[in-house]
């Protein structure tokens, strides 16, 4: 240090600078050449470790959390007690001292005996059990002897009895007893309603609580979901129905809320990962295994109407089946709004099969739900899980189901699919047909724009074309695979229309056929118009199908060969004799 302050000294007198001056010139260059003081250094290494210090407190903090949680899920310990008994400690706390007090003292008062002859107290139980037990001075007391009390929702009730003679084993005649006990026993209507009504108001604001206690930190309270999801195992008989009923549509709207909008698969928590992504990996794990048993909880609320019928057990009880449409209802809701998500494949195993209920309002409710999936799959995968699953059902039950079975398909939307030509064409026409003021807009936002350099204008020009390039590839690949769908739609649905119209299995199901091939007859391929012709002139010629029935067959045949059909050399004769002799039949 002295000797750079006389360095300095003598630079500065050489330039007649003080020392002060001097000083902060080195400062200055030094600053520039990124060199810190003494101070400065000694500065910034105290904040480096005051920062250190925060962070590595904050860390141990949120290790205690996590381990802390995780011992909690391991002893399957809820962290918001909203589903388990208070504590008789924790009622302690939450009362004022005051009547903390008050109780203690009336706790400790004991009750005092009389005291004996010798004037000491009986305290003993043999001298207790010994003396004659005294009743009321009323005559009629003196033949009664007492029984136990019986502990009722009113209070304590105590019971007497007559004076019986005791038999030579000293036993009390056993029939009057059991009378006098099956008596007591029996409870009103009205008593059992009230309990079922207070059970009732229990668990509907247990679950309400739940569910919107989860959803205010879905990450965190994992143990609401399980909570909520326990509900579907009611086992209390006088509830069990209408709990499960809550139970399904809360977790219903719990898991619309958090499901993602993509596939999940299951993580494998062994791994090196970092903090936050095992903490995303664990929720999800959590999540979905939480979701696969509300699932089963869902198929067990529809298999408790097959117990019942395996069962035999008196008519149709409306509880059950409306809980069997509350079960639907989830599935269907699920289905619409989630079909990207797992397990799809379950609900429409467990939700097709419904179709042929034979409670009109189940079969249309399920109808409804498909004809609304339908017609928003875009794509065709989910499409083809349904008619896929219809095949295997229809074909298992060897064609014996009902029309409605085979009428949902007609809401396919396979008639709309349009080839990439004409998604082309349809951008062209929408930008040549440009508003006068869009065309001014848009002459003013490219004068405005900032101009590019000659190098920034290639490289922009290069990257629009890239992205139109990438655009055009993306649109092929996604017609390619819709178009693959609805190939293998078309196949599975004409299959199973083809197989009923030659065989015959159910004439019921020969009104739906015909008008599922009229309707898609513009898809049939050429290869099966002969076939097809000669199957319909015959049922034309057995004169056994009803007007409507007739009319779609005739439908058929026009619509096969006005398009590819023209080509075969068929004569239509007698299916423009038929049309003509009825025509006065149909209604203007």
């Given amino acids: 240090m002295a000797k750079r302050a006389s360095r300095l000294a003598k630079k500065a007198k050489k330039k007649g600078l003080s ?13 520039k050449r990124g060199i810190l003081t003494e101070a400065q250094a000694k500065k910034r290494k105290e904040e480096r470790k005051a920062r250190r210090q925060e962070k590595n407190a904050e860390i ?20 918001y007690p909203l589903t388990r008994e208070v504590s008789g400690e924790e009622m302690m706390d939450m009362m004022d001292p005051e009547d903390l007090d008050y109780l203690v003292k009336t706790e400790g008062k004991k009750r005092k005996h009389e005291a004996t002859e010798d004037g000491q107290r009986g305290d003993s139980i043999e001298s207790i059990e010994d003396e004659e037990r005294s009743f009321d001075k009323d005559s009629y007391m003196k033949n009664m002897r007492k029984l136990l009390p019986v502990k009722t929702d009113k209070g304590i009730i105590s019971r007497y009895t007559d004076m019986e003679e005791v038999t030579e084993e000293g036993e009390v005649m056993e029939e009057d007893k059991t009378e006098h006990e099956t008596k007591l026993k029996v409870k009103s209507t009205v008593d059992f309603l009230v309990e079922r009504q207070q059970k009732l108001e229990e668990k509907k604001i247990k679950i309400g609580c739940l569910a919107a206690n989860f959803l205010v930190e879905p990450e965190e309270r994992l143990s609401g979901l399980s909570s909520l999801v326990n509900f579907m195992d009611e086992s209390d008989p006088d509830v069990a129905v209408t709990v499960k009923k809550y139970a399904a549509l809360s977790l219903l709207e ?18 090196k990962l970092k903090k936050v992504t095992k903490k995303m990996y664990f929720y999800e794990n959590q999540m979905l295994s939480a979701y696969q048993l509300y699932l089963k909880g869902l198929e067990d609320m529809l298999k408790s109407e097959k117990r019942r019928e395996k ?9 059950i089946k409306h809980m069997v449409m509350v079960a639907l209802k989830c599935f269907g809701s699920l289905l619409t709004q989630h079909s990207h998500f797992n397990f799809t494949s379950n609900i429409i195993r467990a939700f097709v099969p419904y179709l042929n209920h034979v409670d009109d309002e189940i079969c249309s409710l399920v109808t409804s739900y498909l004809a609304q999936l339908f017609k928003a799959d875009k794509d065709g995968r989910i499409s083809l899980e ?7 059902y229809v074909r298992g039950l060897s064609f014996r189901v009902r029309p409605e079975v085979l009428k949902v398909l007609l809401v396919l939307r396979v008639k709309e699919a349009q080839s990439i030509d004409v998604d082309i064409e349809a ?15 848009k002459k003013l936002a490219e004068k405005n724009r900032p101009k590019k350099s000659i190098k920034e204008a290639k490289i922009f020009r290069k990257k629009r074309k890239l992205e139109e390039k990438m655009k055009g590839i993306h649109k092929e690949k996604e017609t390619k695979i819709r178009k693959t769908h609805h190939t293998s739609v078309i196949q599975l649905v004409f299959g199973l229309f083809i197989h009923v119209l030659k065989r015959r299995t159910n004439n019921k199901l020969m009104g739906v056929i015909l008008e599922g091939l009229a309707k898609f007859a513009h898809l049939i391929n050429i290869e099966f118009f002969a076939d097809l012709l000669n199957v319909l002139g015959e049922l034309m010629a057995e004169d056994t199908l009803k007007f409507r029935e007739s009319l779609h067959c ?8 006005s398009g590819q059909g023209e080509v075969l050399t068929l004569d239509p004769h007698r299916f423009y004799k038929y049309l003509y002799a009825n025509m006065f039949e149909l209604s203007a």
């Fill in 19 to 31: 020392l002060a001056k001097a000083s902060n010139i080195r400062k200055a260059k030094m600053a």
């Fill in 60 to 79: 141990w903090a949120n290790k205690k959390r996590a381990n802390r949680r995780k011992e909690l899920y391991a002893s399957e310990k809820e962290i």
């Fill in 254 to 271: 719990v898991f619309h809320s958090i499901i993602p909008s993509y596939y999940i698969v299951a993580h494998d928590m062994e791994r």
């Fill in 311 to 319: 069962m035999k057990t008196g008519g149709k009880n409306p509880a």
């Fill in 386 to 392: 349904v008619v896929q699953q219809i095949d295997r």
């Fill in 427 to 441: 951008n062209l026409t929408a930008k040549r047909k440009l508003t006068h003021t869009e065309k001014l807009l």
């Fill in 554 to 561: 005739i439908q058929v045949v026009f619509t096969i060969l």
